[in-house]
């Protein structure tokens, strides 16, 4: 919810857009794809995909939102790739 907001925001301050492409799934997968389309951002949503899928390889930075990931194995996998994390304080 706050990246939508946050990128709508943006995309309403600057007239510029964020691209993001975004993988994983979740129950607010639809939900969110649907909002990301009503708000006109240009958000890829590519799915659920392995660790080692080399569509991962070009990008350096990691934006994992939740907060209730307890393991943070998708966080510790980026950092072993050497890309950047950023996550909720909680």
Same mark, same amino acid.
């Given at each position: 919810?706050?990246? &939508?907001?946050?990128?709508?925001?943006? !995309?309403?301050?600057?007239?510029?857009?964020? !691209?993001?492409?975004?993988?994983?799934?979740?129950?607010?997968?639809?939900?969110?794809?649907?909002?990301?389309?009503? !708000?006109?951002?240009?958000?890829?949503?590519?799915?659920?995909?392995?660790?080692?899928?080399?569509? &991962?390889?070009?990008?350096?930075?990691?934006?994992?939102?939740?907060?209730?990931?307890?393991?943070?194995?998708?966080?510790?996998?980026?950092?072993?790739?050497?890309?950047?994390?950023?996550?909720?304080?909680?």
């Amino acid at each position: 919810r706050e990246l &939508l907001d946050a990128c709508t925001g943006y !995309k309403e301050a600057t007239g510029r857009h964020v !691209k993001l492409t975004l993988f994983g799934d979740g129950p607010d997968l639809e939900a969110i794809k649907l909002e990301a389309e009503e !708000k006109g951002l240009h958000w890829t949503f590519e799915g659920a995909i392995d660790h080692g899928d080399l569509r &991962l390889q070009p990008f350096r930075v990691l934006f994992n939102p939740s907060t209730s990931d307890v393991v943070c194995t998708t966080s510790a996998e980026a950092l072993a790739m050497n890309k950047m994390v950023l996550c909720p304080e909680h």
